[in-house]
């Protein structure tokens, strides 16, 4: 199985145990869960994985189908149906995605990112990024990052700010790193929201502001963001941004322990050091 594939099989899954079975358990509570679901699809490994993304798109289709009420406040029974309709295009349909964005060669991403198709732009990105069946080129990585940017697709813009900040392929420039992450930040990319956090915590691109670090530290941590989770506990116990609240600080703290496969070997003794500070 390729890596496209068991990811797409894994995430069905969870699209079903943590997406749909909330929402179809607790009528009642219809916005709660969707967004629930939302910060959920969010928070996976999108830049790795593209071709899912149309996948999740339908779900969050059929979310908002199971949340819709007629004038009388009647839930529409034809969404039985709209419901089940949704989940043969996620069984049969997403893994043709998958084989036609993860396991297209490169010179069939060049031909449908040419014709204005958002995920082979951002997907010709990552592979020229990452130098992954296609020459390491941060260059053409930036045009096409750019590309699908400017189309709004929100982890292209995410990976473009990174270029940015970083001066790959691109002269640095933390403000147009700042406007990217910015863009992306608004879409509810959790990653960017993390990184714009950095830009005010250290004034890199925005003025230095403690208090936007931690809102923006917050937004990420909320969402699963293991090294938001971690820098808002240190916000925390350091009084920066917010009031100081060891409580607080150990919550988030504990958050990021959960993820700790997912942080620096810096970021995990950084994080054991301000556990012993909290408990």
Not at 47 to 72: G, Y
Not at 100 to 128: C, F, I, P
Not at 211 to 228: F, P, S
Request: charged share 25%; with cysteine; net charge positive.
């Amino acid at each position: 199985m390729t890596e496209s594939s068991r990811y797409g099989v894994e995430f069905r899954y969870l699209i079903y145990l943590k997406g749909i079975l909330p929402v179809a358990r607790y009528r009642n509570k219809d916005c709660l869960y969707r967004r629930r679901f939302r910060a959920f699809f969010i928070s996976l490994p999108q830049h790795r994985l593209p071709a899912l993304r149309p996948e999740a798109e339908i779900c969050l289709i059929i979310i908002k189908l199971m949340s819709q009420q007629d004038k009388t406040g009647t839930r529409n029974m034809r969404i039985n149906k709209r419901i089940v309709l949704g989940f043969v295009l996620i069984l049969i349909a997403a893994p043709l995605w998958a084989q036609t964005y993860g396991q297209a060669t490169t010179e069939q991403l060049h031909s449908s990112a040419n014709k204005g198709d958002v995920y082979a732009q951002e997907m010709l990105g990552v592979r020229y990024y990452n130098g992954d069946r296609a020459p390491k080129d941060y260059q053409q990585a930036v045009y096409w990052f750019t590309k699908a940017a400017k189309q709004g697709e929100s982890e292209a813009q995410f990976n473009l700010a990174l270029c940015y900040y970083n001066g790959f392929g691109v002269a640095k420039d933390y403000n147009q790193a700042v406007y990217w992450w910015t863009e992306a930040s608004n879409k509810g990319n959790a990653g960017a929201m993390y990184c714009l956090g950095r830009c005010y915590d250290f004034g890199e691109g925005v003025s230095k502001d403690e208090a936007w670090a931690a809102y923006y530290y917050d937004k990420a941590a909320k969402l699963g963001n293991a090294d938001a989770q971690l820098n808002l506990g240190r916000c925390y116990i350091e009084d920066k941004g917010v009031v100081r609240n060891y409580s607080r600080a150990k919550y988030w703290l504990k958050k990021a322990q959960e993820q700790k496969h997912l942080l620096s070997d810096v970021q995990i003794a950084v994080l054991e050091r301000l556990l012993e500070i909290v408990e």
